[in-house]
Structure formats: C-alpha cells, structure tokens
C-alpha cells in the first residue's frame, strides 16, 4: 500500500488498526471521530485530526490517502462505509497484520480487520468488513460473509459458512461443516455442533439457543 491512511474513528479497535497498518510500514495520516473530547489527543503519535465528516481531510480520501473504519458496531460500520462508497467512490482498504497467516489460495475482500496470530486457511472466503480478533484459526474452505466479528482465540472448523453480520464471541469452537445463519450470536467459550438460524442466539457446550 503506498498511499498514507485515514483511520474512522479513535477508540475500540483503532488503536489495533494503527499498529497493524504500522506493522506493515504503512503510514496512518491520522484519525476522524465524531467523539470531539478526542481531537487534538494522538494515539502512538499519529494525531486524531477531527470529525468523520470534516471535508478538509475527507477529501484527500481516493486521492491522497486510503481510509479504514475502525468500529466494531455493525451499524457504524455499516454507515460510514456506504458513505465512503457513495461520497469518495472507495472502498476501505483491509488491515491484517503482518504476523496474521493468510493462505495464497484463500481470498480476502475489502475492509476486513484481521489481528495478530490469526490463521486464514487454504480456500476460504473472507468477504468484506469483517472483523477478526487475536488468533482466531479459520481452517479450509470456509466461507465468511460481511459483517461478521470473530472473537479472540475462536477456530472455525472447515468448511463452515458464516453468514452476514454474525457475531461470534471469544473462544468459540465451531465444528466442521456447520452454518450460522445472519445476523446470529455465539455467546463466548461455546462449542456449536449444530446450524445456528438467522438472528438466533446460542450459548454453551454444546452450544444451545438462549430463550428471550
């Protein structure tokens, strides 16, 4: 990447996305958060510029520098990508450390959040704006739609699909073959045996579906 970065946001996981982007020798223009109790503060160095939607450092985005989204908010996420689609005509460029193993055969989209230790196996799909936390083990042939987060320390067996805006918390086992439907919830340490369906929330081992 030869272009600087422009990192949305300065909380959660941004401090994450500065030093993967460094680990790479990628150079971070800086932060944007609507959050003005930050302005004027750095992170590592590198300085929070201002608000997400202040044009005088949006504009250098497609042109002179790339942008990253920096939240774990789905919907956040979800906003300011739309608006960096619609406005500057980009996509968020992905942030995956240098010490994440990514197979050649396995194919990363755009945006994605991929932190250290991580393991992305031969085969599998990594779609777009996902986030994956400390040494997470994805095996071969696993499908990951957007939106999905991924929680430190989860394996995702082979073959697995995870579908659209799934959240998967920490320690997770996901055994082979299993699909989580969108928008589910796999509660933290659980172990998933069976399909999860869309928007439903499971928890324990083996992973069963919590009643509301």
């Known amino acids: ?3 600087p970065v422009i990192i949305f946001g300065a909380k959660g996981i ?3 996305a500065l030093e993967i982007f460094q680990s790479n020798e990628v150079t971070v223009y800086g932060f944007l958060d609507d959050d003005k109790s930050t302005h004027g503060q750095t992170i590592n160095d590198v300085p929070v510029l201002g608000l997400m939607d202040d044009h005088g450092f949006t504009k250098l985005i497609g042109q002179k520098c790339e942008a990253f989204v920096a ?3 789905y919907k956040i996420r979800t906003n300011l990508t739309e608006v960096l689609i619609d406005s500057r005509k980009i996509m ?3 942030a995956i450390h240098n010490n994440a193993l990514v197979a050649k055969s396995a194919d990363i989209g755009h945006g994605n959040f991929i932190n250290a230790g991580s393991i992305i196996g031969s085969g599998s799909v990594i779609s777009q704006h996902c986030i994956i936390h400390l040494g997470v083990i994805i095996e071969q042939d696993v499908v990951i739609a957007d939106f ?3 929680g430190a320390g989860s394996i995702v067996n082979a073959g697995v699909i995870i579908e659209k805006k ?4 920490t320690g997770v086992v996901i055994v082979a073959g299993i699909t989580i439907g969108a928008g589910a919830r796999i509660g933290a340490g659980s172990v998933v045996i069976a399909d999860v369906a869309k928007k439903e929330t499971v928890f324990g081992n083996p992973a069963t579906k919590i009643k509301k």
């Open 92 to 94: 968020p460029v992905n």
């Open 148 to 150: 999905v987060q991924i």
């Open 1 to 3: 990447m030869e272009k």
């Open 14 to 16: 941004a401090k994450s």
């Open 166 to 169: 799934a959240f998967i918390g």
């Open 71 to 73: 939240s774990d908010d």
